[in-house]
């Protein structure tokens, strides 16, 4: 009786403090739950544009272009900005208004910013696309956050500025649609507003190039690398937590993730800039065949729209970098992609096939997908569950401060989803054994 007592004692304290803790967290579910459900939603799944532009003044309260972002060199920051698009308000502003104009698409009902919503980490965080009359490409869309900062762009490099990029989904027939350049220019050259507009940005009328270096300017305003991860990188040991420090450590060393994605003081993003095929879709290609009916196509039509049409719209998709260069060692080959706010944009890889970033691990342990093209840098890491999750916990510091609520969200689910399949068994890990340089 007496120690019955005693326990039902020790033990009532404990059971306020989790049925506490219960309501708490049923509360703060709750709420995200109900800020999610407010989110007004408009075509192809996307929120509304008004929605967006009031989100994105709450991310961007001021922009002031003469300034370098916080962390960059000044010199290094110029080096980005093309000599004919110099970085002003009026340019800033107007490619803003063409982001979220839906006018801009063949059947007014996508813009930019449908496939690279502020509310979802400017992505769709959809697996691949989808364009005007629900039409899906091969790609999965990558966020437009922190683009300024690539040395080529698309995910095979295909084009070679923002400015160039920006102009080709207003004519991708399965994207916004248009037949052709002046047709975007028809669809708002009437519009007094965007008349002033474009003389006060560029003293020219309203013209197709100018569309792609308004939007080019706007993108460079969205760099957004304020992580707790850059806070550690510059010196401050307690921004992220334990296991993150130790993903950190595992990134550089057992799990060699830092062969291509460098991340040190001076090149915080997390990419080489190359190419590099990391078997993720290898496993249903016939890269043989692919690869042959990739030359063809492109010896019959070598245009910039025909690539762009084999990239997006045809299984010759998986060739990637190969479908530029012609090279062998780039078939199925992309560009590694950034690591900031990884955390925020799901699903991953060029085909958006890997739901979580527990998925993304199970992929190099066991040293991707084999295939005849597989880079030299992948082999399997014998990583344990631990180290996996220390891996992930490392990979969630990388978002910028102002997503950190999308973060937890993202985090939470994310995990949820993944434990569906853990413990994983046996034959789905990859083992190799210790090689000379590791402790
Ligand atoms: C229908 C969806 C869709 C629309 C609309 C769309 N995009 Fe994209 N975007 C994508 C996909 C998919 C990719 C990847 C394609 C590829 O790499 O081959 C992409 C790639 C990009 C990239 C390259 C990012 C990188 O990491 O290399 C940028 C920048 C970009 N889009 C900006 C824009 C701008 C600006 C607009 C409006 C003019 C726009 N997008 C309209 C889906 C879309
Ligand atoms: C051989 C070079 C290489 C190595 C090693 C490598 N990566 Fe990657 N990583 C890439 C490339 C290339 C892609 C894009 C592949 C694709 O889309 O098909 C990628 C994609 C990713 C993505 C998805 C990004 C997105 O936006 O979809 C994550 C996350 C990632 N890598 C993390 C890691 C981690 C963690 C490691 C170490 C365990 C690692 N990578 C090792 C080259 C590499």
């Given at each position: 009786?007496?120690?019955?007592?005693?326990?039902?004692?020790?033990?009532?304290?404990?059971?306020?403090?989790?049925?506490?803790?219960?309501?708490?967290?049923?509360?703060?579910?709750?709420?995200?739950?109900?800020?999610?459900?407010?989110?007004?939603?408009?075509?192809?799944?996307?929120?509304?544009?008004?929605?967006?532009?009031?989100?994105?003044?709450?991310?961007?309260?001021?922009?002031?272009?003469?300034?370098?972002?916080?962390?960059?060199?000044?010199?290094i920051?110029?080096?980005?900005?093309?000599?004919d698009?110099?970085?002003?308000?009026?340019?800033?502003?107007?490619g803003?208004?063409?982001?979220?104009?839906?006018r801009?698409?063949?059947?007014?009902?996508?813009?930019?910013?449908?496939c690279?919503?502020?509310?979802?980490?400017?992505?769709?965080?959809?697996?691949?696309?989808?364009?005007?009359?629900?039409?899906?490409?091969?790609?999965n869309?990558?966020?437009?956050?922190?683009?300024?900062?690539?040395?080529?762009?698309?995910?095979?490099?295909?084009?070679?500025?923002l400015?160039?990029?920006?102009?080709m989904?207003?004519?991708?027939?399965?994207?916004?649609?248009?037949?052709?350049?002046?047709?975007?220019?028809?669809?708002?050259?009437?519009?007094?507003?965007?008349?002033?507009?474009?003389?006060?940005?560029?003293?020219?009328?309203?013209?197709?190039?100018?569309?792609?270096?308004?939007?080019?300017?706007?993108?460079?305003?969205?760099?957004?690398?304020?992580?707790?991860?850059?806070?550690?990188?510059?010196?401050?040991?307690?921004?992220?937590?334990?296991?993150?420090?130790?993903?950190?450590?595992?990134?550089?060393?057992?799990?060699?993730?830092v062969?291509?994605?460098?991340?040190?003081?001076?090149?915080?993003?997390?990419?080489?800039?190359r190419?590099?095929?990391?078997?993720?879709?290898?496993?249903?290609?016939?890269?043989?065949?692919?690869?042959?009916?990739?030359?063809?196509?492109?010896?019959?039509?070598?245009s910039e729209q025909?690539?762009?049409?084999?990239?997006?719209?045809?299984?010759?998709?998986?060739?990637?970098?190969?479908?530029?260069?012609k090279?062998?060692?780039?078939?199925?080959?992309?560009?590694?992609?950034?690591?900031?706010?990884?955390?925020?944009t799901?699903?991953?890889m060029?085909?958006?096939?890997?739901?979580?970033?527990?998925d993304?691990?199970?992929?190099?342990?066991?040293?991707?997908?084999?295939?005849?093209?597989?880079?030299?840098?992948?082999e399997?890491?014998?990583?344990?569950?631990?180290?996996?999750?220390?891996?992930?916990?490392?990979l969630?510091?990388?978002?910028?401060?102002?997503?950190?609520?999308?973060?937890?969200?993202?985090?939470?689910?994310?995990?949820?989803q993944?434990?569906?399949?853990?413990?994983?068994?046996?034959?789905?890990?990859?083992?190799?054994?210790?090689?000379?340089?590791?402790?």
């Amino acid at each position: 009786m007496h120690t019955k007592k005693i326990q039902s004692s020790r033990c009532s304290p404990i059971v306020s403090i989790v049925t506490l803790c219960g309501i708490v967290l049923f509360t703060l579910w709750n709420t995200q739950a109900a800020v999610l459900a407010q989110v007004p939603k408009g075509e192809h799944g996307a929120a509304e544009m008004e929605y967006q532009i009031k989100q994105l003044n709450q991310l961007q309260p001021s922009v002031d272009v003469s300034k370098t972002p916080p962390g960059f060199d000044s010199v290094i920051w110029q080096a980005f900005i093309p000599q004919d698009n110099a970085l002003t308000p009026e340019r800033v502003l107007l490619g803003r208004k063409l982001y979220f104009d839906k006018r801009l698409s063949a059947d007014g009902t996508v813009s930019c910013a449908t496939c690279h919503d502020v509310t979802r980490g400017f992505t769709d965080q959809l697996a691949v696309s989808e364009g005007i009359k629900e039409q899906f490409g091969k790609r999965n869309a990558p966020t437009t956050l922190n683009v300024a900062l690539l040395q080529t762009v698309f995910l095979d490099g295909r084009s070679p500025t923002l400015e160039h990029q920006a102009k080709m989904p207003i004519i991708n027939p399965i994207e916004m649609g248009m037949s052709d350049g002046q047709a975007a220019v028809n669809a708002i050259k009437d519009d007094a507003e965007y008349q002033a507009a474009f003389q006060k940005a560029y003293r020219r009328q309203v013209n197709y190039d100018d569309i792609g270096r308004a939007i080019a300017a706007f993108e460079r305003t969205l760099i957004f690398m304020d992580s707790p991860f850059r806070r550690f990188l510059n010196g401050d040991k307690n921004a992220i937590s334990s296991e993150a420090h130790q993903g950190w450590e595992l990134f550089n060393e057992k799990g060699r993730c830092v062969t291509c994605h460098p991340m040190n003081p001076s090149n915080p993003l997390g990419t080489d800039n190359r190419f590099h095929n990391v078997g993720v879709s290898a496993r249903h290609q016939d890269f043989d065949t692919l690869t042959r009916q990739g030359l063809k196509a492109l010896e019959e039509d070598a245009s910039e729209q025909k690539l762009e049409e084999l990239a997006l719209s045809t299984d010759m998709s998986e060739l990637g970098r190969f479908l530029v260069t012609k090279n062998r060692s780039d078939i199925g080959a992309f560009r590694t992609p950034l690591l900031l706010n990884i955390g925020i944009t799901p699903p991953y890889m060029h085909d958006g096939t890997v739901e979580t970033l527990w998925d993304v691990m199970d992929h190099y342990n066991k040293g991707g997908e084999a295939n005849l093209f597989l880079d030299g840098g992948m082999e399997p890491l014998a990583l344990t569950e631990d180290e996996i999750n220390n891996i992930v916990a490392f990979l969630f510091s990388l978002t910028d401060d102002r997503f950190a609520q999308e973060n937890q969200r993202q985090l939470k689910r994310q995990k949820a989803q993944s434990e569906k399949k853990r413990p994983l068994k046996d034959d789905d890990m990859a083992f190799r054994k210790k090689i000379a340089f590791e402790k």
